[in-house]
Structure formats: C-alpha cells, structure tokens
C-alpha cells in the first residue's frame, strides 16, 4: 500500500514539472520584431537594426533578416514544420500564405552564418 502512495506523489510531481516546463517553454518564445506573430525559431538571431516596416494603401510590408550558424536548408524546414500550426499554407519551399499576407524566406548567405531575409506582404 505504501509502495502504490509514493508511485502516486512521484506521478503527481512529474506531472506538475512537465506542465511548468511546458509553460516556460511557451513564454520564452520570442518572436520576430516587426512581425508580432512570427516565432523567432530557436537558432536564429534577429539583425532587429534590419526591421523595415512600410504601410501602404496596397497593404503592409515588413522586411527583416535573422542569421544562424544552421543551414538555410533547416532553417527553411523548421518553419515548414512550424508555420502550418499557425494557419499558414506552404506554396513553395520558400513561400508560405495566410489568407490575404504573404510570407517568404530567401537565404542571402550561406554562411557560416548563414544569413535569412523574411518578407511578409499583406493586402
């Protein structure tokens, strides 16, 4: 009986870990300045003196650019990987669209560091 109180309190407390673990994880994302609801995956570092933001009467545009010692080729599947949970569909490679805004990734240098530029465009 004693044996099956202590398995129950060890569950417990692994159970109240992983939930606080799981929390910190979700408050330490950092996102993309100038794009509120781009995460900043995990690697790369954003140049935030890059940040270029124009509104227009044909929509937004915000430039920015993020390097890593990574691959462009990672980079560009972490956020094939990631993106389509946030409602965005993959177009190409490269390319990625939420209903009327655009998001696109070009690898400018490879490197080492390799160097990212993100573009996004809305209507």
Known sequence: MR???LWSVRAVVAVVA?????????QAQEY?????????LAGL???????????TPQGRVVETF???PESGTR???AYAETLPQMGWTRKTPTRFERGAEALVFEVVSKGPPTVVRILLTSD
């Open 3 to 5: 044996n099956g109180w």
């Open 75 to 77: 980079v560009l599947s």
């Open 45 to 55: 570092t954003q140049d935030r003196d890059s940040v270029m933001v124009f509104d």
């Open 32 to 40: 993309l300045s100038g794009h509120e609801d781009l995460p900043l």
């Open 18 to 26: 992983l939930g606080l673990a799981s929390v910190a994880d979700a």
């Open 66 to 68: 993020a390097q890593t």
